[in-house]
């Protein structure tokens, strides 16, 4: 019955409602009000008896417009997100494995997820969607298909790469 969030993470950057850059956490909410967008989610969850893991999604307006709403919730994924690695590095959880184990009966005490500071970030991370595009002669992106004769993903320390590509794959 217990509700706990583990932070926030920022996807401005998107194309076509596809976010292409996703960073926990978010480096340029106030603090007061990424408190209150943390505090709304608790409540949305609460409120519907939500159990496991999920992401509530809002949009921050910052027009500066006298007498604007903050931010406004615009939906609620009952899923983990592929944007879920973030999360992941600035707090040290296992979403995935969590996920799993809170379906199979595991509580928050269990997996040690309602510990005191959990979801305090320890440092920033970055997730960048490469996207296999051409570009025009007007800049106008366009998928592309063939095969990828190099692929060489970054590497060190602190770097996780998720991909299904390599050199020679055929993309379609």
């Known amino acids: 019955g217990k509700i706990v969030h583990l932070g926030e993470r920022e996807c401005s950057v ?3 409602f596809q976010k292409l850059l996703e ?3 978010a480096p340029a909410l106030d603090d007061a009000l990424r408190q209150e967008i943390i505090a709304a989610a608790v409540r949305l969850a609460e409120s ?3 159990f496991n893991l999920g992401t509530f999604e809002f949009l921050v307006d910052v027009s500066g417009r006298k007498g604007a709403q903050p931010f406004a919730f ?15 590095a600035v707090t040290g959880v296992d979403l995935v494995q969590s996920q799993i184990r809170l379906a199979q009966g595991a509580t928050l005490n269990e997996l040690g997820l309602d510990k005191v500071g959990i979801a305090t970030p320890n440092g920033f ?4 969607r490469v996207n296999m595009e051409t570009m025009d002669e007007t800049g106008a992106t366009h998928p592309s298909g063939g095969t990828l004769a190099a692929f060489q993903p970054p ?3 602190g770097v996780r ?3 299904f590509g390599y050199a020679g794959y055929a993309v379609s």
């Open 161 to 163: 790469v998720d991909t």
């Open 74 to 88: 615009i939906e609620a994924n009952a899923r983990l997100q592929v944007e879920h690695t973030v999360t992941e």
């Open 23 to 25: 960073i926990a956490p």
């Open 125 to 128: 991370a970055i997730q960048a």
């Open 155 to 157: 590497s060190g320390p």
């Open 14 to 16: 998107q194309r076509r």
């Open 48 to 50: 519907v008896g939500y």
